[in-house]
């Protein structure tokens, strides 16, 4: 018996951890059918020997993504999870179950959106907050993010809609967002996202909505709760969805035989490759609301519900060789050479291994057969290894411990995943890319140079780094390769127009580590000048808004390097605007104030109030500290933020108070004044 307690004990740690892993670290630890496995096994068990119950068992838990950051609400309906199903005889099973005392059962298919689950809430019409999954019973208040999602509306059209209703649905990010996303984190030295469903939940999770805002998120509505049904069937409720203003999923079909349930599985297990965002599966549902009711819910999940989860996309093929490659930030890069393999229509020769514990987690070895998978990724990934097929004479992989490029010692922080090359100023690719980042359209656009052509510069001579930019001469690039008289003239007369470019754009283009276009233009709002940000201690840069401390650090560490400041200089002296244009102010009441904003307003928007702090000499900063003098508080105020406030002696001020102290008449005015001004920042 005490076998079975210790096997129950270890499934719950087992599950609890890959729980806390998918909801709360967002890094999924196990694929879904392994989980499901476990799952089962537990309930089983559990089931067998009730004398081991325990309320606090995963078995009772839909799962968890509660954060500390955000207000947490009830759900007034519970938000229950669906059961998995992974092929034809278990689907059948589910239909029989369903139609043993139910004769002609009509079914809703439609597909399972691989993103993060919301709950939204509407009184009379009208939208009034946007809640998570959390735990099913309990969620995180998300309402400022989810309104940056332009599909969600927050007035509904048409009639008919109940007084209060929670809509159901998925918050996923499409492919082309989830691109761009990787790309600018890549090129700030930040780890992209796995995939998809991982940056739509760390995108609902940002503390900032103007993140949110532009990272590109998109929604879709299946489902409402409200005391009443609002239509007799499923698949009436999608329409009226449609018609109050919310979108709903085009493919969604009523089948009326098992038979009809898998030929639309199988259409969209290919079909799904077209689609410009992800599903991990399709979701069978009974459709009549009324046989939904009787046939009720588990703790867990729907009776009348299952998801069919697509088969991810995996081929085995042989690992011919390991190379290196060496970003821009010194972020070193493994990239597995592969036997090619045909995978989702396309020829597979090169697949990511992320980092070294990712290598040394799967116990990779040069000539294994690996599973390469695309399932749920846009970069084909190692999964696995068939160790019986393992050559006798392997060797465990040795990861590289110096750069293969300038051969300096790699180094690795203790919270990153990644290796580092520290050698900045000196390795070759660090310095062409950092070269290619600084004349990028989003920095400082310059046009006529693109990543062979840098190469091609440094490879003779011509840039050595940033600087040397504003050295060169026509007579200098027209001898080179693929380069004639016209376009020298365009690129030099390009880089000359660099100059004009405002400094927040400078201050991402010199690419300092983390210090991406968002935190650039922050930055530059909240120290509008080089020498100022120079001069800055950690406690002042911390005060930024979106500057944690991990990029201060990095902004220390990168003017603490004399090469860095020596570089600086030259751009100076060749007339690179490091210092911002501020706007005229408008008074002088907030000279020398120091406000924090949390909550949301009637008559402005969070950046509108910024901007007429600003505009009356105030400084914004993004966390209470004993250097706070107001406390703006809105609708929703952060709880920790009220807490620390109040423990600090933090004076709290409503948005009439402030608008008072700025010369408002609390009826607008000051709105009036700021579409007037229309000042820039930076």
Not at 18 to 47: C, G, I
Not at 97 to 124: H, M, P, Q, V, W
Not at 344 to 360: C, F, M, Y
Not at 637 to 665: C, H, Y
Request: hydrophobic share 40%.
């Amino acid at each position: 018996m005490n076998d079975v307690k210790q096997k129950i004990d270890h499934l719950r740690r087992l599950l609890d951890r890959l729980n806390y892993n998918y909801y709360v670290l967002n890094a999924p630890s196990a694929e879904d059918r392994e989980y499901d496995r476990l799952m089962a096994e537990l309930t089983a068990l559990e089931a067998a020997h009730p004398e081991f119950d325990d309320p606090n068992s995963p078995t009772r838990r839909v799962g968890s993504d509660l954060t500390k950051e955000f207000l947490q609400v009830a759900h007034r309906y519970p938000m229950l999870s669906l059961g998995n199903t992974y092929s034809e005889e278990e689907v059948r099973e589910f239909v029989e179950r369903i139609e043993r005392e139910n004769a002609a059962t009509e079914y809703c298919c439609e597909l399972k959106f691989d993103g993060t689950a919301i709950s939204l809430t509407y009184e009379n019409g009208r939208f009034v907050r946007a809640v998570t999954r959390g735990d099913g019973s309990v969620g995180d208040d998300v309402s400022a993010n989810v309104r940056t999602i332009r599909s969600i509306p927050m007035s509904l059209q048409g009639e008919g809609w109940p007084e209060y209703m929670e809509v159901r649905g998925e918050i996923y990010m499409p492919h082309e967002s989830f691109d761009r996303l990787n790309a600018e984190r890549a090129d700030i030295g930040e780890e992209p996202f796995a995939n998809p469903r991982n940056a739509a939940a760390g995108t609902l999770k940002q503390q900032n909505s103007a993140v949110v805002a532009q990272r590109g998120l998109d929604a879709v509505l299946y489902a409402v709760q409200s005391d009443g049904p609002v239509a007799a069937s499923h698949f009436e409720t999608l329409q009226r969805l449609k018609e109050w203003g919310f979108k709903t999923s085009s493919a969604v079909r009523r089948c009326r035989s098992v038979d009809e349930i898998m030929e639309y599985i199988r259409y969209w297990d290919t079909a799904r490759h077209e689609l410009p965002y992800e599903t991990d599966g399709a979701v069978i549902k009974v459709d009549s609301v009324r046989l939904q009711r009787d046939l009720g819910a588990t703790a867990k999940a729907p009776r009348w519900a299952v998801a069919y989860k697509f088969k991810a996309e995996q081929a085995a093929t042989r690992l011919v060789s390991v190379d290196f490659q060496v970003g821009r930030t010194g972020a070193i890069t493994p990239v597995a050479n592969l036997e090619p393999v045909r995978l989702a229509g396309t020829t597979v020769k090169r697949a990511s291994l992320h980092n070294a514990e990712q290598i040394e987690l799967l116990d990779i070895r040069i000539g294994d057969t690996v599973r390469v998978e695309k399932g749920g990724e846009i970069i084909p990934k190692i999964v696995g290894v068939d160790r019986d097929r393992r050559p006798a004479e392997s060797v465990p992989f040795q990861y590289i411990t110096h750069c293969p490029e300038c051969g300096t010692e790699l180094v690795k922080e203790p919270d990153e995943a990644k290796h580092y090359c520290p050698n900045a100023t000196g390795c070759p690719p660090q310095i062409v890319g950092r070269i290619v980042h600084y004349i990028s359209r989003k920095a400082m656009n310059i046009e006529g140079l693109g990543d062979e052509t840098v190469q091609l510069l440094y490879n003779n001579g011509l840039l050595g780094d940033l600087a040397n930019l504003y050295d060169l001469e026509v007579e200098h690039l027209v001898p080179l390769e693929r380069l004639g008289q016209k376009s020298a003239e365009n690129i030099i007369h390009s880089i000359a127009k660099s100059l004009e470019v405002p400094y927040a754009r400078v201050l991402f283009a010199i690419g300092i580590r983390y210090v991406g276009e968002t935190t650039a233009k922050k930055l530059a709002a909240a120290i509008p000048s080089i020498d100022t940000l120079m001069a800055a201690s950690r406690e002042e840069l911390l005060e930024v808004e979106e500057v944690g401390g991990k990029i201060a650090d990095s902004i220390l560490a990168y003017f603490a390097d004399a090469r860095n400041v020596a570089m600086i200089d030259r751009l100076r002296r060749a007339g690179i605007q490091f210092e911002a244009v501020r706007a005229e102010r408008l008074s002088e009441a907030l000279v020398g104030k120091k406000i924090v904003i949390s909550g949301t307003f009637d008559r402005h928007s969070r950046p509108e109030l910024k901007e007429l702090i600003e505009l009356h000499g105030g400084t914004n900063q993004s966390s209470v500290s004993k250097t706070t003098d107001f406390l703006l508080a809105g609708a929703g105020i952060g709880p920790k933020k009220l807490e620390t406030a109040q423990k600090l002696g933090v004076r709290i001020i409503s948005e009439d108070e402030f608008a008072e102290m700025i010369g408002g008449d609390g009826a607008g005015n000051d709105r009036k004044v700021l579409e007037i001004q229309q000042p820039t920042l930076f």
